[in-house]
């Protein structure tokens, strides 16, 4: 109660907001799933854990099959910046390294380590820094962030440690916002976990050296409200400030959020940091603090599993690498009239095809949707554009979606790159008021692979054409140093006529100079003609030049 | 369990162009009544004869383009230029003409552009003005207001002036039509008699009439209402309407203030002739208007200036039709032109 009156005390006393262009308001749907407080997921049998579930790149395997892990063991890492090790959630069995179907929109399979749990429970020995990291420098903290693989959880799941690369930034932003429908799972860790919340944002800003920490949440949680504000008041340090914003989608995105809070906007092609920002989830501060008090590496997470088609909806602590069907089943199973299982919110989520794959990471929903739950666009007949600009108003990104859609869908990526195509941070709200039921988002998401495409297969062709007009301009300047040199020697022949052994000498040097040109030349033509072209019967001769003929036509393709 | 596949969004708003274009339509009905209740038949009847051929020439047309045709008719926009035009027609025109008009609508102006979405004059105005320029007397045929003449028609009077040019006995043309507020306006002028001396003209009434003339107040009243209901219920952008109607009444108020006399009030031009049909619902046709904010602003303000230049200096009592598709010409400029600025550009410029 008395939190309650302290966070109504701190909505009264907001500071400015700044709006950011266009936006929804949404119907929440949150009270589906927040009813309960965070259960723990049982112990199953197995777990799958996928090498890379991060943006970058993919760690090396260290453990063998049959080996036998601890919990919080490290499976696989690497040295690349751009990257975040795995650990085992459990104790127990390798027992199969290999390809293990993912959560992806297209539904791939990728490198998975399987274990077998053995029910010990049995830790990796640990050896928290705790209160220590007062004394510890920026860099020898990033590192333990690193090496328990935290990585951004509010979606976009980029490795934490990169983040904080930057030091001397001067505003830490904690994003409690969740302004997707559904999910409750930031919402439940604030109200449950609040202290811990805010003493891993502590942590990340002793890290970057911030001065101060905005913690951002949306008037549609009080209770998150009331317990980070309790928390917020044990710190007397005054880093610390609430900063309650109205609800609206898509405020909890980084760069809608950063506007709303400082009416600052992120540079095209920059970062935060540009403008003396981070921006950093509750999620992962939770996590951080988890690593550096209990030296717990990210091996399990917060998951709403919601939505009408599952009977008890609820958020669950997962360990990574839990089969999805396992969660559901602990919820009580599917309803009748289950019909799509989405994983991510409902605006920017992905369905997925099975629920015989494991959680991972970046899982904050699974959104189990009854038949009428949901209406996603209709791809096979929509109507027409006609024009009515009801995107522009929504757009996030203040672009022109229908021009964007006009070219998309017409394949002219020129015009729709002019156009902005790239800045679209596909948060759908585009789609979501078109009268003409257009699947925008699905026209941006594919031009956007196709102009990839196009680009790698221009690079590929650029570097070809590159090598072939060096060789071009080799073989020319040979030509001509040849002719030079030739020429040169005549003179000689012409102007030195008179004393033969001096002309003799400088013949002979000339040939041999020519000679050895000559060698050199070979040398290098060697090297790019094949070689063994002699003694060919006819048939390999005729195979050698179909094969020619088949990559000049290649090119040529290429090229056009 | 299904795991059905889809894309994001999973939800939407359901809206859909059949709401949109339906609502537009109860948002004509007050005006149309008034305009029906001021000049007669002649409205009703343009009305069946342009929602009739507008109806069938979409279905002949995309059945000939393979397309399909019940979703088409069903979405409202044919209705929608059917009525504009019966609307803009002057009430006692003989039926071939407002055929004519009716075709080149919807055959050439829409769906010769590739149908919905794809045209880029408005398909009204288009017809509008084809039959303007090839038959410009029968044009003048307005009947008269309600109360400016005793001659009222009954239905099948109008029935036949309309469809066979029989006018009814002891009558001439000239005797059930009348000029417009805004042409006699512009006649007495051209005549040397100033706008005091032309308000005594039997078009204009005494009563509440005395603004724009018998009748057009109401009506353009009664489809302000409309307008506004449209704007509330975000059918329309507000911007359009206002950036026309604030144009037209600077600049007309600007001329009326210099010289009283020769230029009509703000308040005249705002309230007569298709002023506010073509505010709320002829400019923020969404297919041929502008689609960015600052273009929109543009775009109304453009109309508003070449109406009061058409109106005023023009060979044409009003202008609405012309202004319209001559800015339905720049559109594409427009649009190119005031892109807003993304977000995160602003601070990079
Ligand atoms: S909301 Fe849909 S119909 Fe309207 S302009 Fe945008 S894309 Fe076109
Ligand atoms: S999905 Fe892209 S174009 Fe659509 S509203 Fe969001 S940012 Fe704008």
Redesign the pocket.
């Known amino acids: 109660m008395q939190h309650l009156r302290q966070a109504r005390r701190t909505m009264s006393s907001t500071t400015k907001l700044y709006l950011f262009h266009?936006g929804l308001r949404l119907d929440g749907h949150k009270q589906i799933s927040n009813q309960s407080p965070i259960a723990t997921c049982k112990p199953q049998n197995r777990y799958v854990i996928p090498v890379q579930q991060h943006i970058g790149a993919a760690g090396d395997i260290i453990v063998e099959k049959g080996q036998r892990v601890l919990k919080g063991q490290m499976l696989a890492t690497t040295k690349i910046l751009i990257s975040a090790p795995i650990h085992s959630p459990v104790s127990g069995t390798v027992i199969e390294i290999g390809k293990h179907a993912v959560p992806h929109p297209s539904g791939m399979e990728t490198d998975c380590i399987i274990i077998e749990n053995d029910f010990q429970d049995e830790w990796i020995r640990r050896n928290p820094v705790a209160e220590n990291y007062h004394q510890m420098n920026s860099h020898d903290l990033r590192n333990i962030v690193r090496n328990a693989g935290i990585v951004g959880l509010g979606g976009a799941v980029f490795p934490a440690a990169i983040k904080q690369t930057e030091t001397n930034i001067r505003t830490l932003i904690l994003n409690g916002v969740e302004c997707e429908p559904y999910i409750t799972c930031d919402d439940k860790l604030m109200q449950e976990r609040a202290r811990e919340i805010i003493s891993g944002a502590d942590i990340i800003g002793h890290i970057i050296k911030a001065r101060e920490c905005i913690v951002a949440i949306e008037d549609n949680k009080p209770e998150a409200i009331a317990a980070i504000q309790a928390a917020i008041d044990e710190d007397s340090t005054g880093f610390f400030h609430l900063q309650i914003i109205p609800t609206k989608y898509?405020s909890g995105s980084e760069k809608q959020l950063i506007k709303i809070i400082t009416g600052k906007e992120v540079p095209i092609n920059g970062l935060p940091a540009d403008i003396d920002l981070l921006c950093h989830n509750v999620g992962t501060a939770y996590a951080i603090h988890q690593a550096v008090f209990k030296d717990e590496p990210l091996i399990s997470r917060v998951v709403s599993i919601t939505g009408n088609g599952v009977k008890q909806p609820q958020n669950m602590e997962v360990p990574i690498g839990t089969y999805i069907a396992d969660c559901v089943t602990q919820c009580g199973g599917y309803n009748d009239n289950a019909s799509c299982m989405i994983m991510g919110g409902p605006m920017m989520g992905y369905s997925i095809h099975s629920d015989h794959l494991p959680v991972v990471k970046a899982t904050n929903c699974l959104l189990v949707t009854s038949n009428n739950e949901i209406h996603p666009a209709n791809t096979e007949a929509h109507l027409p554009c006609i024009r009515c600009a009801k995107?522009v108003e929504?757009?996030?990104?203040?672009?022109?979606?229908q021009q964007?859609y006009w070219y998309a869908s017409t394949n002219n990526f020129e015009r729709a790159s002019e156009y902005h195509l790239f800045?679209?941070?596909?948060?759908?709200?585009?789609?979501?008021v078109c009268p003409s039921q257009i699947p925008?988002?699905q026209y941006?998401r594919s031009a956007k692979s196709k102009i990839w495409e196009l680009e790698a297969d221009l690079k590929k062709s650029n570097a070809a054409r590159k090598r072939h007009e060096a060789r071009q301009f080799r073989l020319e300047q040979q030509k001509r140093e040849r002719e030079e040199r030739l020429r040169q020697k005549r003179e000689m022949l012409n102007t030195k006529k008179g004393r033969p052994e001096e002309n003799e000498i400088n013949l002979k040097k000339a040939a041999i100079a020519e000679a050895l040109a000559r060698v050199k030349q070979k040398k290098e033509t060697q090297a790019i003609t094949p070689k063994n072209t002699d003694n060919l019967t006819a048939e390999q001769l005729r195979q050698i030049k179909e094969a020619d003929q088949r990559r000049q036509a290649m090119k040529k393709k290429n090229h056009e | 369990m299904l795991f059905r596949k889809a894309s994001s969004?999973f939800i939407s708003a359901q809206a859909s162009v059949h709401t949109i274009m339906y609502q537009v339509l109860y948002a004509l009905i007050p005006g149309t009544l008034a305009a029906i209740y001021f000049f007669g038949w002649g409205v009703l009847i343009n009305l069946a004869i342009t929602a009739i051929i507008c109806l069938f020439s979409e279905a002949l047309v995309l059945k000939l383009r393979n397309r399909p045709i019940k979703v088409s008719l069903k979405d409202g926009s044919a209705l929608i230029t059917a009525c504009l035009l019966a609307l803009a027609l002057p009430p006692l025109v003989p039926w071939w003409l407002t055929v004519i008009a009716s075709i080149f609508a919807i055959v050439i102006a829409k769906q010769l552009y590739g149908g919905l979405g794809f045209n880029l004059f408005n398909p009204a105005m288009v017809g509008y003005i084809v039959v303007m320029i090839s038959f410009p007397r029968e044009m003048t045929y307005w009947t008269a207001p309600l109360g400016a003449v005793d001659h009222w028609l009954s239905f099948s009077d109008t029935f036949s002036v309309i469809f066979y040019g029989a006018l009814p006995d002891q009558s001439s043309i000239d005797s059930i039509t009348m000029a417009t507020p805004m042409d006699t306006l512009k006649t007495q002028i051209g005549l040397e008699n100033d706008i005091t001396s032309t308000r005594h003209h039997k078009v204009y009434g005494t009563l509440f009439s005395n603004i724009s003339g018998k009748g057009w107040q109401w009506i353009n009243l009664l489809f302000l209402l409309g307008g506004l209901w449209m704007i509330k219920m975000k059918v329309i952008d507000w911007r359009i309407p206002v950036s026309f109607l604030l144009s037209l009444l600077l600049i007309s108020n600007f001329f009326s203030v210099s010289d009283y006399a020769t230029y009509p009030s703000a308040l005249f031009h705002l309230f007569s002739g298709g002023t506010m049909l073509c505010a709320f619902f002829i400019a923020t046709d969404p297919v041929s208007a502008s689609t960015t904010p600052r273009g929109r602003w543009i775009y109304g303000a453009g109309i508003g200036v070449l109406v009061y230049t058409i109106r005023t200096w023009g060979g044409y009592p009003d202008g609405i039709a012309f202004a319209i598709i001559l800015m339905n010409m720049a559109v594409p400029l427009l649009d190119y032109y005031t892109q807003p600025k993304t977000?995160g550009k602003a601070d990079t410029e």
Request: aromatic residues 12%.
């Open positions: 266009g898509p995107c929504v757009c996030p990104a203040k672009l022109l979606p964007l800045d679209c941070i596909e948060c759908g709200c585009c789609s979501y925008l988002v941006y | 969004p977000y």
